[in-house]
């Protein structure tokens, strides 16, 4: 069972280029996220899906797009890459309502450098 | 709105020693609370959860954490430590009913000394 699958693990990019980071989840679950790991600041939410179909800002959404091709796949594009964009990018998956309580499952991260 | 605050962003222990990792959250509704574990170069894993039902939750490698709505807190706590805990802890909050975002706080580093 693969659970949650990012693409690519590593990246370097120079400054002004664009790419898309992949996520895709096995588990049927409705909402998926992305999110962006710095030291000594956490994970801060960039943007989530709660359901197919649909997108929201999370906390730190400038210089991202994000796309929920269909149920399994959630993509996250920076058009013009920045420095500050330099960080480890997590996706994650999670299922609410009945006995779902909201668990996160995550991916093993991409890690994006920017020159 | 909902809050998560760790107390301590590096905390460090000896091996065998008791491990206490500090959480107090923010919710004007009950909460459901999460430990989430995560090892060098690895994404974030699941330690364990309070959900409403048991106050003190029992998860993986031997943690534990206790739900004290009085003193809004969900401290994580193992009796000895072990060198393979060395990693960074998040603690979580959400709340039930239909979708919810995630709050988290912004983490604990647990180093153990030999």
């Known amino acids: 069972n693969a659970g949650v699958t990012q693409t690519p693990k590593f990246q370097v990019l120079k400054t002004g280029q664009s790419m898309t980071l992949q996520c895709a989840q096995d588990m049927n679950h409705n909402s998926m996220y992305w999110y962006r790991q710095d030291p000594g600041m956490g994970l801060r939410l960039i943007y989530y899906s709660a359901s197919e179909g649909t997108t929201d800002k999370g906390e730190v959404p400038n210089g991202y797009n994000v796309s929920r091709l269909n149920k399994r796949e959630f993509s996250l594009r920076l058009e013009s890459a920045a420095p500050s964009q330099t960080s480890v990018y997590f996706c994650?998956?999670?299922?609410?309502?009945?006995?779902?309580?909201?668990?996160?499952?995550f991916g093993e991260g991409s890690r994006l450098t920017v020159l | 709105a909902q809050s998560v605050t760790q107390l301590g962003s590096h905390v460090s222990v000896s091996e065998g020693a008791l491990v206490l990792l500090r959480c107090n959250y923010s919710s004007s509704v009950p909460p459901y609370l999460f430990w989430y574990v995560q090892y060098p170069n690895q994404g974030l894993q699941l330690l364990l959860k309070y959900t409403s039902a048991a106050t003190l939750v029992k998860g993986i490698n031997g943690f534990e954490a206790e739900f004290k709505k009085s003193e809004t807190s969900f401290h994580l706590t193992k009796p000895s430590a072990h060198m393979s805990d060395a990693a960074e802890y998040f603690c979580a909050v959400t709340r039930s009913g239909g979708y919810q975002k995630v709050t988290f706080g912004i983490g604990t580093k647990l180093q153990v000394i030999p």
């Open positions: 994650a998956s999670s299922e609410y309502g009945g006995k779902n309580t909201g668990e996160l499952f």
